[in-house]
């Protein structure tokens, strides 16, 4: 189903059916690059099934570690040790017994404050890419992972919040949160996230039926202006759906 606006929305059963498509997506963008790749990651919980999968076979042996590069598209300011820490719950799930070290790319938290970390990481991210004007032939990421949060925020650029309207800064600091966790934030800004073959929404249950509902309806909300400047696909299950969704 697309909804005219150039984003495709794919409905899947379940969690389980959704963390299998959002895998093969992401196996396709990979097979598609023969060299180097880079796949931003998201916090928040809807992307932990999928990173429990991509530790398994057949997941597993297809991803050509040596090759990919992982990045996060915000983070909690907080030490890696927390429980709350975004990549660090990639790193436990998957990304510590598989990738190599070198080719893990967190955002700096140890940083002496939020904005601090965005600078560390966005002369990080532009290292990476090798010059510091986006080329649209040749996108920083192949992949970009993102969540909705239930005020429509996404990575963390929260409603109303100045990061949303950021044109020049790569990453930038967010002093304080929208929802919880009420902690500073350090987040990509949309045209950085823009830059990518293919931008993956994953949302599942219930839960999200109210701001899908709302995302849908066209409202401007920062899940709605993140955007690619290739592919965008929301990824939905059933549960999820707003019942006249299911039926068009
Ligand atoms: C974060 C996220 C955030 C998240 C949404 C959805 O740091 O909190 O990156 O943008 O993706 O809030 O979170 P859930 O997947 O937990 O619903």
Request: aromatic share 8%; net charge negative; hydrophobic share 45%.
């Amino acid at each position: 189903m697309a909804n005219g606006d150039q984003r495709r929305l794919i409905e899947v059963a379940d969690p389980a059916a959704l963390a299998e498509t959002a895998a093969g997506r992401l196996l396709a963008r990979i097979a598609a690059n023969d060299g180097r790749i880079a796949i931003c990651l998201t916090g928040g919980s809807s992307p932990q099934q999928l990173y429990e999968l991509l530790a398994t076979d057949p997941w597993r042996s297809k991803i050509p570690w040596e090759r990919v590069h992982w990045f996060i598209g915000d983070e909690r300011f907080v030490p890696d040790g927390d429980a709350r820490h975004n990549m660090a719950m990639a790193r436990r799930t998957f990304l510590d017994r598989l990738a190599p070290s070198a080719n893990i790319h967190p955002i700096p938290t140890d940083a002496a404050s939020p904005d601090e970390a965005a600078t560390r990481y966005e002369r990080e991210l532009k290292s990476f890419y090798g010059v510091s004007a986006f080329d649209p032939a040749w996108p920083l990421f192949d992949l970009v992972l993102m969540g909705v949060g239930p005020d429509g925020h996404t990575a963390s650029l929260f409603p109303d919040y100045p990061a949303l309207q950021e044109t020049e800064r790569w990453v930038v600091g967010v002093p304080e949160a929208h929802v919880e966790p009420f902690v500073p934030r350090v987040t990509l800004t949309l045209p950085v996230l823009a830059s990518c073959h293919e931008m993956l929404f994953e949302l599942a249950g219930s839960g999200k039926r109210a701001i899908l509902t709302r995302v849908l309806a066209g409202e401007p909300l920062p899940a709605n202006r993140a955007r690619s400047n290739g592919e965008t696909v929301w990824l939905v299950d059933k549960a999820a759906l707003p019942g006249d969704s299911r039926a068009a």
